[in-house]
């Protein structure tokens, strides 16, 4: 009886200590998937605590004047859906903003411009027979019911980043060039896109303005869950044959860009 007591006492105190306090006050999470997307956006969080949990560090504190937890997501649809649960579990928000790079689908884009996604969608689920891709709706995994297949974002969020958009500063790939901001399509996929002839299928099929590796794997956590969801890219490639050495040229360019344009987002929420 005692040691029973013990042990629930212990599994207590761990809890706790797992346990973070910024639970209380749901603030808005913010992700990345990697260290250049997350990086700047850490530096300038106030009052920041970390919490590690399973391993994964979560930053609390203010950004843009507004509550957050942040967290890097690692890449690929399986860490971004694992690293959001996670994140809902144990810290609670109500909305969720993805900031990050892509490739760019859309031929009037060029790097270090930013596609708000209006929607997202995932283009590598689905049958593949005799060359012939369909592309196939997720499902709850108890009801089954399905979800769309583009996960709209959330209304608000769209607004005030499109509103945010028309305020920040970002910086050019050459200083007389402006970035531009558009609202668009984002694809996902478990794939670095390098390749003409892909792009052409992701334009084709699912009228896609860029490619990434984690936004809607996040946005159908989100949508499972209810919790508002939006995915912000600034493109670090054109997705092409020359996409690995623009990704290594532009992608810092490009991570500011976005984390820059969340700021402004956050500030005006
Ligand atoms: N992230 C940045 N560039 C990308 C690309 N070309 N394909 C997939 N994800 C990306």
């Given at each position: 009886?005692?040691?029973?007591f013990?042990?629930?006492?212990c599994?207590f ?9 910024q639970i209380?006050?749901p ?6 998937a990697f ?9 300038k ?16 504190g ?5 509550s ?6 690692g ?8 690293t959001?649960?996670?994140l809902?579990e144990k810290?609670?928000?109500q909305?969720v903003?993805?900031s ?5 689908l ?9 596609v708000i ?5 995932l ?10 891709f369909t ?8 009801t089954?019911v ?7 974002a959330?209304s608000v969020?769209l607004?005030?980043a499109k509103?945010a958009a028309?305020?920040?500063a970002?910086?050019?790939i050459?200083?007389n060039?402006?970035p531009?901001?558009i609202?668009?399509?984002v694809?996902?996929?478990d794939?670095f896109?390098?390749?003409s002839?892909?792009k052409?299928?992701l334009?084709?099929?699912l ?5 990434e590796m ?8 989100c949508?499972e ?27 810092a360019?490009?991570?500011?860009n ?10 005006l929420l």
């Amino acid at each position: 009886m005692k040691n029973r007591f013990l042990l629930f006492f212990c599994l207590f105190l761990f809890r706790l200590h797992d346990t973070p306090a910024q639970i209380k006050e749901p603030g808005i999470a913010i992700v990345g998937a990697f260290r250049d997307e997350v990086e700047l956006l850490i530096s300038k969080i106030e009052d920041k605590q970390v919490y590690n949990i399973r391993g994964i560090s979560f930053f609390t504190g203010k950004l843009g004047g507004k509550s957050v937890v942040l967290v890097k997501s690692g890449v690929g649809k399986v860490n971004a859906a694992m690293t959001m649960t996670l994140l809902l579990e144990k810290f609670n928000p109500q909305q969720v903003i993805f900031s990050g790079v892509a490739g760019g689908l859309n031929p009037g884009l060029a790097p270090a411009d930013i596609v708000i996604a209006e929607k997202t969608a995932l283009y590598d689920f689905g049958k593949l027979s005799n060359d012939t891709f369909t592309y196939w709706s997720t499902s709850h995994p108890e009801t089954r019911v399905e979800n769309p297949l583009f996960f709209p974002a959330d209304s608000v969020l769209l607004k005030y980043a499109k509103i945010a958009a028309t305020k920040v500063a970002l910086k050019g790939i050459e200083t007389n060039l402006k970035p531009k901001i558009i609202g668009g399509i984002v694809v996902t996929g478990d794939m670095f896109v390098a390749s003409s002839a892909k792009k052409h299928i992701l334009v084709k099929d699912l009228k896609a303005d860029a490619t990434e590796m984690e936004g809607a794997a996040i946005a159908q956590v989100c949508y499972e869950m209810k919790i508002a969801c939006l995915i912000i890219r600034s493109l670090s490639d054109s997705a092409d044959e020359n996409a690995h050495l623009d990704f290594n040229k532009f992608k810092a360019i490009a991570a500011e860009n976005s984390a820059n344009l969340i700021i402004e987002t956050l500030r005006l929420l």
